[in-house]
């Protein structure tokens, strides 16, 4: 038995028979060629080309009759690229003045794409690149003579690992008889981890190396909510990946039809549940999930892998996107929280001794005043469209506050000059994330208009545990009496001041910890779209009242363990009483 780790794509999981398809590109020499040759090698490249277009109307027709016409779209995009005249008239120009075969000159010519691509600031667009590397591995496989048929139809139950795989292939999958899919390429924003989700098919991705150790034919569960791919399990593995796929997918079914029912305790107390997004694409998911709307929209995102800060117009652009997907919900859109773990391009972490505690988050946004006002211009124009809340992240005291809040007065200022709409009363909060809020919670309330905790830096400052440390993950404690202490003090000092306390961080999405939670009086948890439905069952099996003692009871103990325990018996106790 061995078990690799990689991106964990689309939830699910599944077991079968790996059936390994070589997928990897073409392997083309490239040669240099005498002038005569030149007329040649163009006109190879020429038939290369027509010869995928043929293939790709024979495929669309195959595909329109089998699986209708819905996701055909992939197969369009794939025909457009290869109709467009620059592909063909860049690679003649390149056989013509580098004197090489069509081949390498179409090696080439991806080569440029790759670089015009890796410059674009979108990262969905940015991704695009794949279908066009699909593409043209057609041709080259085409002008190899090798047949483009993308992969052969298996028998039986498989799951197929492969280096790539293209959206075109994932159409092409038989549902019947394939369970899963594993790829040594490929992200979470990718077309194929898309589709992947949308046809509900588990995958994992960025499994380096897995086709060259594979075996077609060997025994592999693919647990698509963990990211682990586990190869020729035992018997004891086998048998608790299937409890845990019957598991999952039997709470899965009845999850969802839950997704309309009202966040509310049995004793008839509402509780917000959010969802925290990344990229436009998850809005629709967090109400998909029953989800109220967004707690926590981590713009970052948008202001990585390039050179330059995303102007006001394309963050504007960006953010409407997310409310419209979101609408009539809220979306609080948190400013940028970049360096640490999360750099920018320029940024450079070997500059900082402790990249944790450095140039970064509200510190970075108020060290370039301008740019921080882009943001806060966008932000304040989106929220004419409907309702969004501002969040500073990493205050750490008064200062900070004061003066990104005089610095949002003046992009209101320059937007009523110009004429430009926005809501006058925009919510404004506060990330409590640093030990310091904490003790200063009291004073950032009369402040802001809501605070919203980020346990995931919380717990890291409070314990001084690097939360990126696979080898302090131990140490990295939710119900640390420390950590609870600090929640209730948060919780006290927004309730005193009259203002919501939300909580953001990973832990909103344990079930286990929502009694606590809710007991301590939290208004509003966000949370990954995939997690809001198991916490808004275990709210509506609660009563406040309960939870409250619950959170009681928590304090009456000295370490994390011990409090772990404790929670664990009290929802045993629970689950009792119900079948009782
Ligand atoms: C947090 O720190 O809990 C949080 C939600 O923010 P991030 O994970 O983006 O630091
Ligand atoms: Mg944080």
Redesign the pocket.
């Known amino acids: 038995m061995r078990t690799f780790s990689g991106i964990a794509a689309s939830p699910g999981i599944a077991m079968g028979r790996l059936c390994v398809i070589d997928r990897r590109r073409a392997v083309v020499p490239e040669y240099p060629i005498p002038s005569e040759a030149v007329c040649h090698e163009t006109a190879r490249l020429a038939q290369a080309i027509e010869n995928t277009r043929v293939e790709l109307e024979a495929l669309k027709s195959r595909l329109a009759e089998t699986s209708g016409e819905d996701h055909l779209f992939f197969i369009e995009i794939h025909l457009m690229i290869l109709a467009d005249d620059r592909l063909i008239n860049e690679t003649t120009e390149i056989i013509k003045t580098g004197m090489i075969n069509a081949e390498g000159a179409l090696r080439r010519t991806l080569h440029r794409y790759r670089e015009t691509f890796a410059s674009i600031d979108d990262p969905y667009l940015r991704e695009r690149i794949s279908d066009v590397e699909t593409v043209i591995e057609r041709v080259l496989r085409s002008m190899s003579g090798e047949t483009a048929e993308p992969f052969p139809q298996h028998e039986g139950q498989i799951i197929i690992a492969a280096h790539d795989f293209s959206p075109a292939d994932m159409l092409q999958i038989n549902r019947t008889n394939v369970l899963a899919i594993i790829t040594e390429i490929g992200g979470r924003t990718s077309h194929t981890a898309i589709l992947a989700r949308a046809l509900d098919l588990p995958a994992v991705m960025g499994v380096e190396g897995i086709t060259d150790l594979l075996l077609d034919g060997v025994a592999v569960i693919v647990d698509g909510l963990s990211g682990a791919v586990i190869v020729d399990p035992d018997q004891e593995t086998f048998q608790s990946s299937l409890r845990r796929k019957q598991h999952y997918e039997y709470v899965e079914y009845e999850l969802l039809k839950t997704a309309p029912l009202p966040a509310v305790t049995r004793d008839g107390h509402s509780m917000q549940l959010r969802g925290n997004v990344e990229i436009p694409e998850e809005g629709a998911s967090v109400l998909g999930h029953g989800g109220s709307g967004v707690g926590?929209y981590?713009t970052e995102m948008l202001f990585m892998n390039r050179t330059f800060m995303p102007d006001e117009e394309e963050q504007l652009a960006t953010y409407q996107t997310m409310q419209q997907a979101v609408a009539p919900h809220p979306l609080t859109i948190r400013t940028l929280?970049a360096g640490g773990d999360k750099l920018l391009d320029g940024m450079d972490q070997a500059a900082e001794a402790n990249p944790a505690l450095g140039v970064r988050a509200i510190r970075l946004s108020l060290s370039m005043p301008d740019e921080f006002k882009k943001q806060l211009r966008a932000i304040l124009r989106v929220s004419a469209d409907g309702p969004v809340r501002i969040m500073f992240?990493m205050i750490s005291g008064m200062e900070e506050v004061r003066t990104a809040k005089a610095l949002l007065e003046e992009a209101k200022r320059e937007l009523t000059a110009s004429g430009t709409p926005f809501d006058s009363a925009v919510q404004v909060g506060v990330m409590i994330?640093i030990p310091a809020a904490v003790t200063l919670a009291d004073l950032l309330a009369r402040e802001v208009d809501f605070f919203s905790v980020?346990?995931?830096?919380?717990i890291q400052y409070t314990l001084a545990i690097d939360r990126g440390n696979e080898q302090l993950s131990h140490l990295y404690q939710p119900l640390h009496p420390a950590v609870l202490r600090s929640l209730r003090r948060i919780v006290q000092a927004a309730h005193g001041a009259g203002i919501p306390a939300c909580l953001?961080?990973?832990m909103a999405g344990d079930p286990l910890y929502l009694p606590v939670l809710l007991g301590l009086g939290f208004d509003e948890l966000s949370m990954g779209a995939g997690s809001i439905l198991r916490v808004k069952q275990i709210l509506r099996r609660c009563t406040l009242e309960r939870a409250a003692r619950i959170a009681e009871g928590c304090f009456a103990f000295s370490t994390a363990a011990e409090v772990e325990m404790y929670l664990k018996s009290q929802i045993t106790m629970d689950v009792a009483e119900s079948i009782d």
Do not use: Q
């Open positions: 926590l981590r929280d992240p994330e980020g346990t995931n830096d919380l953001c961080g990973e």
